[in-house]
């Protein structure tokens, strides 16, 4: 069975940061693009960053435009979610999915597969 295996997530403090990792057990990561995706409590999966194979471009979503940003590693077949200024709206479980030859341009959960356990990102006062 091909899934991610995510990691990071942990308890911080409103404005601290935390970096996430994603790593495919499986497969490799060529030519597919990986998105970020959260799910709070009660509310649907979303969207959260996004990063293509073939040039690398980064998209985010607009609550986390600033402070979030994406990355990859090839070489080490892993991705990356560097998180600063945390707020408590960015609580909940982290996923990573993969989507062949995407354009990342629509960041739905229907379009990625491969999805992990997540890892958990609570932050809190």
């Known amino acids: 069975q091909v899934q991610f295996v995510e990691s990071g997530g942990g308890s911080v403090q409103p404005g601290g940061s935390l970096r996430l990792s994603c790593a495919p057990s499986?497969?490799?990561?060529?030519?597919?693009?990986i998105a970020w995706f959260r799910q709070a409590p009660g509310k649907e999966r979303e969207g959260v960053s996004c990063?293509?194979?073939?040039?690398?471009?980064?998209y985010y979503a607009n609550s986390v435009k600033g402070r979030f940003t994406i990355s990859r590693d090839n070489a080490k077949n892993t991705v990356y979610l560097r998180m600063n200024s945390l707020e408590p709206e960015d609580t909940g479980v982290y996923y990573c999915?993969?989507?062949?030859?995407?354009?990342?341009?629509?960041?739905?959960?229907?379009?990625?597969?491969?999805w992990g356990q997540g890892t958990q990102v609570t932050v809190s006062s």
């Open positions: 990063i293509r194979y073939n040039d690398g471009r980064e």
């Open positions: 999915g993969s989507a062949l030859g995407a354009s990342c341009s629509v960041m739905a959960a229907s379009i990625f597969g491969s």
């Open positions: 499986g497969f490799t990561l060529e030519y597919y693009a």
